[in-house]
């Protein structure tokens, strides 16, 4: 006894509601994953050498003002700028908006010593 298999047709509307579901998932996905990048253009990200003139001051810089930063240089971008210099009470930041990149880090005091060049805007911060 030879049992055939035949292949269960779907009708029209069960293969559209199919294929809809998969480019709604499909579209969630994408638009999760480009928020999630448009999330990461706004951070600021921080060079090597920033980061060791960082640990060689001893600045430490917490969270919640690397966010306050991050908010003054994307608002400093819109309005043009691409190279700032970025001063806080106890340290000097030159940050490349354009670039979303911390360059370089010094303590207030040494900041005060120093002439700043290619800079076309400035961030004052408490």
């Not at 908010?71 to 700032?84: D, I």
């Amino acid at each position: 006894m030879d049992k055939s298999v035949y292949p269960v047709l779907q009708s029209q509307a069960a293969i559209k509601k199919g294929v809809n579901a998969i480019k709604a998932k499909n579209n969630a996905a994408f638009s999760s994953h480009l928020q999630a990048s448009i999330g990461v253009l706004d951070k600021l990200n921080i060079s090597k050498h920033a980061n060791e003139r960082l640990q060689q001051r001893g600045i430490v810089i917490d969270e919640i003002k690397w966010q306050q930063i991050e908010a003054k240089v994307n608002q400093a971008k819109k309005l043009g700028v691409k190279e700032s210099l970025v001063l806080l009470n106890d340290a000097a930041l030159i940050v490349s908006a354009k670039n979303n990149t911390v360059i370089t880090a010094m303590d207030r005091q040494e900041a005060t010593e120093q002439i700043f060049t290619n800079i076309n805007g400035t961030i004052v911060m408490n």
